[in-house]
């Protein structure tokens, strides 16, 4: 087995260079981008508008970065990635991966933050754009430096967690559904949909103990003009959590995994 | 007719052959449409009103649009797959046969996922939206051209695949119209409130037909009944246009 310092950027790469040439899946992306994040604002625009200009502590224009921001960090991932993880492991495709002298999750992990980055780059890029153009300049310039690594760090930890929770597909062989609401739980409890100041306090309180912040909240409050570097700790800690888990899974579950055929 | 009746027959058998799984998407759709109600409960409790819009509008759009969507992305699922079946030889296999190619392509296939929409739907509107027998024909009245606006702007944008040869036109206008058509019309304005009413009609999949539930009026009732006219006429025509055009990609797939 050799170390992920010697496969993992060259898989990060191929993967990033191979989504990169393909302009019409990226347009596509962008444009469904746009509209979801442009909707969103709007909708929270025209809420704090009429609810005398702030909610939960933000304004119009802290709103406006704040979802565009929140959109980007879950647009850039293939919402479909715990199926398709799972179809592959039910299928028994994953033995293909076994063959290789890397982790298999690792690898995994690696290709599909390779394959997300033209995305996230090309959303973040139209999302600032419109942004400005909608309410004016961010809040506060250094607040969205520090929401650039927070995206990124945002797509790894999503990642992480979807390839743990699809890793649950040794055992039952199916994840189908499970994509399903994991994405409930990362559009509420992640502060996709809703900022969690405005959540009501209990479901605030359960919201800040789970994993889901780090995937959106964390990128959208930085961008929203708070300056917040010790969020970014909170995504590397969840980071380091969700990696042992889905390594723990998939170890676990490769252990178990008989394939018939080929 | 009695060659499309029995395809969506073995559609639905096809769809429920698999009990499990049949009922396992319903629940996970189901759940689906919860959490969209769970957000506008949040949502509307912690601002009110917006742009006229509160809670039990906004129910009734989304039952509205459950219902509408449910029954075409359910029943006539191909609806939204119209420009990949083009781009990938799908079609191809439906040319052969002695049935009209796009009612058959239409009902080819059936998907349960989305049937846990229309279930959804109906059971909001009995449980939240205050059914009254007149309520209740006007609901049905409007999910119906509801869904026949929707079904033609999907084949529509769909069938521009014949022009292009690519499909994700179709693929953004099915993600545009069915988001545009959950969120209240009256929070856009200008030019993007004009486009919900012409190029992507999503006022006329939910918020129109909701507003007739609430208070009829003949503007909107002829509006709603036009719009499902046009667009059911342009996606016909664009399609049958675009067969004309066609040449095989030489694959053979199920369509």
Redesign the interface.
């Known amino acids: 087995m050799t170390t992920a310092r010697t496969w993992a950027p060259v898989a990060v790469r191929s993967a990033a260079r191979r989504a990169a040439r393909d302009p019409?899946?990226l347009?596509?992306s962008a444009?469904?981008y746009a509209?979801?994040a442009s909707?969103l604002s709007?909708?929270w625009r025209?809420?704090t508008h009429?609810?005398g200009g702030v909610?939960?502590g933000y304004t119009a224009v802290q709103l406006t970065w704040y979802f565009y921001f929140a959109e980007a960090a879950v647009t850039a991932l293939n919402p479909r990635q715990i199926e398709i993880t799972g179809d592959d492991i039910a299928s028994g495709a994953v033995a293909v991966d076994m063959l290789r002298p890397a982790s298999v999750v690792g690898m995994r992990i690696a290709t599909e933050f390779g394959r997300c980055l033209p995305r996230l780059g090309v959303c973040t890029v139209i999302g600032s754009v419109l942004a400005w153009l909608i309410s004016g300049a961010p809040p506060r310039p250094v607040a969205l430096l520090l929401a650039v690594p927070a995206l990124l760090l945002a797509v790894l930890c999503n990642l992480a967690a979807q390839h743990a929770v699809a890793g649950s597909a040794f055992w039952v062989r199916d994840a189908?559904?499970a994509w399903?609401?994991y994405q409930?739980l990362v559009?509420?409890l992640g502060a996709m949909?809703?900022p969690i100041e405005?959540?009501?306090l209990w479901?605030h309180r359960i919201a800040e103990v789970l994993p889901f912040v780090t995937m959106a909240y964390v990128p959208a409050r930085l961008a929203a003009g708070h300056v917040e570097p010790q969020l970014l700790l909170l995504q590397l800690g969840w980071l380091a959590v969700l990696m042992v888990a889905a390594v723990t899974v998939f170890d676990a579950g490769e252990r178990r995994l008989q394939v018939v055929g080929g | 007719m009695k060659a499309i009746r029995a395809t969506m027959r073995a559609a639905v058998t096809d769809a429920w052959a698999n009990r499990s799984a049949f009922w396992t998407q319903l629940a996970a759709m189901a759940l689906n449409d919860i959490v969209w109600i769970l957000f506008w409960v949040l949502f509307f409790g912690k601002v009110g009103t917006v742009a006229g819009w509160d809670r039990t509008r906004v129910l009734l759009l989304l039952a509205m649009v459950t219902t509408g969507a449910g029954v075409v992305l359910g029943l006539l699922s191909n609806a939204r797959r119209i420009g990949q079946l083009l781009v990938n030889g799908g079609l191809d296999a439906a040319l052969a046969l002695p049935v009209r190619t796009l009612p058959y392509l239409l009902v080819r296939r059936v998907d349960a996922v989305n049937l846990g929409d229309v279930a959804f739907g109906i059971g909001l509107f009995l449980v939240a939206c205050h059914p009254t027998p007149e309520r209740a024909a006007l609901y049905v009245l409007g999910a119906t051209a509801g869904a026949l606006v929707l079904v033609g702007f999907l084949v529509l944008v769909g069938s521009l695949a014949f022009f292009t040869g690519r499909s994700e036109a179709g693929d953004l206008g099915f993600q545009a119209v069915i988001l545009l058509a959950s969120y209240p019309v009256d929070i856009f304005s200008g030019a993007t409130k004009a486009l919900l009413y012409t190029a992507i009609p999503a006022a006329f999949v939910s918020a129109v037909p909701a507003r007739l539930v609430d208070h009829v009026t003949v503007g909107d009732l002829v509006a709603l009944i036009g719009a499902a006219a046009v667009f059911v006429a342009l996606a016909v025509g664009t399609f049958s246009i675009g067969i004309r055009r066609y040449t095989s990609n030489s694959l053979w797939t199920r369509a």
């Open positions: 019409g899946g347009a596509v444009a469904f509209i979801v909707v709007t909708l025209t809420a009429s609810h909610i939960a189908r559904s399903f609401l409930k559009f509420l949909l809703i405005a959540l009501p479901l």
